[in-house]
């Protein structure tokens, strides 16, 4: 295990790499390399291991209602993947989870990690603050999915970014998008021309002004109103 860097990792990063190195001692393990493109799980398959992205990052995706396919989340290494449901009663990948890039991944089966919270309290405690943490982002995407239009989804997403701007600058009336409209359109499960039709019309509106990814709010009442 010396040859991986766990630091990084927020169910074992502050256990040091020579603690895990004896927390996965003895403990039955693999190591899989996934290329750009491959199918690291889908949907509905069982999970069954504890998967760690030790390198490289995955994409996401499940089902939208027009049957596309709509993004929940861009994971860079070094993360867990689904452990919220390798518990679960009905242990499946709630997702499709697609290589971004040459990836690989830790698999550890369920009965060792039931072994490794009995050797390590504070590994336990990581892995369910992790996922509490993890139920609470799932919950805003859930916020997100339940808005009907897509001047509320845009809306809801605007607002969202400009609040952690503001956390940090007050003042601030713009925010650079961590999405180009393509991308955003997959976060929405929407299409991207219906997207464009959207920003568009907010413009017309005078609500925003959107140059490249950088979006200012002209009319914050104006957005808010559309969650309404």
Do not use: W
């Amino acid at each position: 295990m010396r040859e991986m860097d766990f630091s990084r990792c927020p169910i074992l990063g502050n256990l040091g790499n020579e603690r895990v190195g004896k927390l996965l001692a003895g403990a039955k393990f693999s190591v899989e390399t996934f290329e750009k493109g491959d199918m690291v799980a889908m949907q509905g398959s069982p999970c069954k291991h504890l998967y760690i992205l030790l390198s490289g990052s995955v994409k996401t995706e499940m089902t939208a209602e027009n049957g596309g396919l709509m993004t929940i989340e861009n994971i860079p290494a070094v993360r867990p993947l689904a452990s919220a449901f390798l518990f679960a009663e009905q242990n499946t990948f709630p997702v499709d989870v697609t290589a971004l890039e040459t990836c690989k991944i830790l698999m550890i089966p369920r009965d060792e990690v039931i072994k490794m919270f009995q050797k390590d309290g504070l590994f336990l405690e990581n892995y369910i603050k992790f996922n509490s943490n993890k139920a609470q982002f799932l919950s805003r995407r859930l916020q997100v999915l339940n808005i009907k239009t897509i001047k509320g989804k845009l809306a809801h997403y605007i607002l969202e970014s400009m609040d952690n701007v503001r956390s940090a600058d007050p003042k601030a009336a713009s925010f650079t998008m961590d999405k180009n409209q393509t991308e955003l359109a997959k976060f929405f499960g929407v299409t991207r021309p219906a997207l464009a039709r959207c920003i568009a019309e907010l413009e017309d509106e005078g609500t925003i002004e959107l140059e490249r990814k950088v979006v200012k709010v002209k009319n914050l009442q104006a957005l808010r109103n559309l969650l309404g």
